[in-house]
């Protein structure tokens, strides 16, 4: 047996999970999410614990096992908690503002990047430096905290551009290490 998988998805109170055939709804004080769950895995709620089953040893069905706890898990988690991802400029002139809904990044280009985020995400900044993407769904906050990075990914000789909160930027020498030693 998959050891994530047969571990039991405590519900708190305040949260509602309910399953009909594959569709998984889960409420809680934050919002709602639901899933509709592969054929081979079944969850069965009972006494606030979410036990998820497969319907044989195959190895697909091993592999899913798992990988369907673990979302559940996610989601039971998103509705009472939600999920926080930061990020941070780093560059001379790099700054981030909210203008309505839509955030406005000035990361060195000739313009500026306007970004609308999906339904279900706040995007804040708290500094012009600092972005907080957050949502109840984490796949979602994830991939919207990885789009906004992808508009400058740190680059690694000045390490400016937009990074993790907490992220290392393996830095490399510039041209002046590889000069010093040569003769012109």
Same mark, same amino acid.
């Given at each position: ?75 039971? !988690? $998103?509705?009472?908690?939600? %999920? ?8 001379? =002139?790099?700054? @981030?503002?909210?203008? &309505? ?56 000789? !000045? $390490?400016?551009?937009?990074? %993790? ?8 020498? =510039?041209?002046? @290490?590889?000069?010093? &030693?040569?003769?012109?």
């Amino acid at each position: 047996m998959s050891r994530v998988g047969r571990k039991p998805i405590p519900v708190v109170s305040g949260v509602k999970v309910q399953t009909s055939g594959q569709q998984v709804t889960i409420s809680g004080p934050k919002g709602e999410l639901a899933a509709l769950v592969h054929p081979a895995i079944g969850v069965a709620v009972k006494d606030n614990v979410i036990n998820v089953t497969r319907s044989s040893d195959g190895k697909q069905e091993r592999s899913l096992h798992g990988l369907w706890r673990a979302l559940l898990a996610n989601m039971v !988690k $998103g509705v009472t908690e939600g %999920y926080v991802r930061k990020l941070e400029l780093v560059g001379v =002139g790099y700054r @981030a503002e909210m203008k &309505g809904k839509s955030l406005q990044l000035m990361l060195g280009f000739s313009h500026s990047i306007l970004f609308q985020p999906p339904n279900g995400i706040k995007i804040e900044t708290p500094a012009q430096t600092n972005i907080t993407v957050s949502g109840i769904d984490r796949q979602l906050v994830g991939q919207v905290a990885a789009k906004i990075r992808s508009f400058r990914p740190p680059e690694p000789y !000045k $390490g400016k551009g937009v990074k %993790y909160e907490g992220e290392y930027i393996r830095r490399k020498a =510039g041209k002046a @290490a590889a000069a010093s &030693g040569a003769k012109a």
